[in-house]
């Protein structure tokens, strides 16, 4: 029997390998000689860098960049064996990085991003892998490119403030002191929106209130994103390095206070659904295609897992192979019946008693629960 394994984490548990190995050992127990393949799991959001590392073979680098609000940051991504760099942009840009006080996106900025793909540049990288979720920003990524050597000036050829606010008074991208050839590496976003960069549906009127913006902020950081749009789109900048056409309308340009549209406009990237690029990182597919059953599941399965979630992302890849899908859940919510349709076959539970939540997350009974309920499972396909 071949067993293709895809598990997300169990948030506060079970790391992604640790579930897959997990299943993999209750397998085992009723089919010896089974092919198990583990292979990490996430949607570019947290948990990412460490899903890809543990499950690639990738190492941890850290490094001090420049935070949100301007303080230092400890940041961490990964990089993989074939040069290929994994990167949150909340661990330099994050909301979690920043306290009440210091939510204000006219002045939080993504300059740290910038930073961390320099040093991941120095350390080899040439193939960029980013989840962009999670931002305390609203500066276009203005920020990002900052970092990486443009520079964004005023009328008066000044450099412009960081932060969204600076954007107003933007007049001349200049880009003579590029740290690094853009077209010798390649960024692939993950992003799981698709809201534009400006606008009702734009990154200041959806998302700038999480991010501390009042009403006036919001029409404030509205306009400044507007001038930025214009004005790269008049740069030659914009025409030699990036997207052809109006960057600010495509999809996902508004994803973590336009960082998307840096992303898109500067740096010629793909902006991808964030499950949809950690499957074709990890080669799932060519597991999948030759697999007699399919595992996956996560800490929650319910009703919103069939709204992008990476389990559903792994069950629509098996039934292109017409393959069965069994999920695993640490708990099961309200709507999980709709992941049936989604393309899981059947989803299990695995807590086995009444026990209190740190009971529950605790990483060797969670890992005992998980190893049991698939072994119950794979009792029943053995007849």
């Given at each position: 029997?071949?067993?293709?394994?895809?598990?997300?984490?169990?948030?506060?548990?079970?790391?992604?390998?640790?579930?897959?190995?997990?299943?993999a050992e209750g397998v085992r127990r009723v089919f010896p000689d089974a092919e198990c393949v583990v292979r990490p799991l996430a949607d570019g959001g947290e948990g990412t860098v460490d899903?890809?590392?543990?499950?690639?073979?990738?190492?941890?680098?850290?490094?001090?960049?420049?935070?949100?609000?301007?303080?230092?940051?400890?940041?961490?991504?990964?990089?993989?064996?074939d040069g290929t760099a994994v990167m949150e942009m909340a661990e330099a840009a994050g909301i979690t990085l920043?306290?009440?006080?210091?939510?204000?996106?006219?002045?939080?900025?993504?300059?740290?991003?910038?930073?961390?793909?320099?040093?991941?540049?120095?350390?080899?990288?040439?193939?960029?892998?980013?989840?962009?979720?999670?931002?305390?920003?609203?500066?276009?990524?203005?920020?990002?490119?900052q970092a990486l050597g443009f520079r964004l000036q005023d009328a008066e050829g000044r450099d412009i403030t960081r932060g969204g606010a600076g954007l107003a008074k933007l007049a001349k991208i200049?880009?003579?002191?590029?740290?690094?050839?853009?077209?010798?590496?390649?960024?692939?976003?993950?992003?799981?929106?698709?809201?534009?960069?400006?606008?009702?549906?734009?990154?200041?009127?959806?998302?700038?209130p999480q991010k501390g913006a009042t009403p006036e902020m919001v029409k404030e950081l509205d306009a400044a994103l507007g001038n930025f749009s214009r004005?790269?789109?008049?740069?030659?900048?914009?025409?030699?390095?990036?997207?052809?056409?109006d960057a600010s309308l495509y999809p996902g340009a508004g994803a973590?206070?336009?960082?998307?549209?840096?992303?898109?406009?500067?740096?010629?990237a793909e902006l991808v659904p964030g499950v949809d690029l950690i499957l074709s990182e990890?080669?799932?597919?060519?597991?999948?295609?030759?697999?007699?059953?399919?595992?996956?599941?996560?800490?929650?399965?319910?009703?919103?897992?069939?709204?992008?979630?990476?389990?559903?992302?792994?069950?629509?890849?098996?039934?292109?192979?017409?393959?069965?899908?069994?999920?695993?859940?640490?708990?099961?919510?309200?709507?999980?019946?709709?992941?049936n349709a989604a393309g899981i076959d059947a989803y299990f539970p695995i807590l086995r008693r009444l026990v209190t939540v740190e009971e529950a997350l605790d990483v060797q009974n969670a890992s005992a629960n998980l190893a049991s309920t698939v072994e119950q499972v794979f009792r029943l396909l053995s007849f």
């Open positions: 029997m071949k067993v293709a394994i895809a598990i997300d984490s169990f948030k506060g548990s079970l790391s992604s390998v640790a579930a897959g190995n997990a299943a899903a890809l590392v543990a499950g690639l073979g990738g190492e941890l680098k850290r490094v001090t960049v420049t935070g949100p609000a301007g303080k230092p940051a400890n940041a961490k991504y990964g990089l993989l064996s920043v306290s009440s006080e210091e939510k204000n996106p006219l002045y939080t900025t993504t300059y740290g991003v910038g930073e961390m793909i320099c040093d991941a540049i120095k350390n080899g990288a040439k193939t960029f892998v980013i989840g962009i979720g999670g931002s305390a920003t609203n500066d276009g990524g203005a920020g990002l490119l200049e880009a003579s002191n590029l740290k690094f050839q853009i077209s010798d590496f390649k960024f692939q976003i993950a992003c799981d929106v698709t809201n534009p960069l400006c606008g009702p549906s734009g990154a200041s009127a959806v998302f700038g004005v790269a789109s008049a740069s030659i900048v914009s025409g030699m390095f990036g997207a052809s056409g973590a206070g336009g960082l998307g549209f840096a992303f898109k406009a500067f740096l010629n990890t080669r799932l597919e060519d597991f999948v295609r030759d697999a007699d059953v399919v595992i996956t599941g996560e800490g929650r399965l319910d009703g919103q897992t069939v709204m992008g979630k990476a389990p559903i992302g792994v069950a629509k890849l098996a039934k292109k192979y017409d393959k069965r899908v069994l999920a695993f859940s640490g708990i099961l919510g309200d709507g999980v019946e709709a992941v």
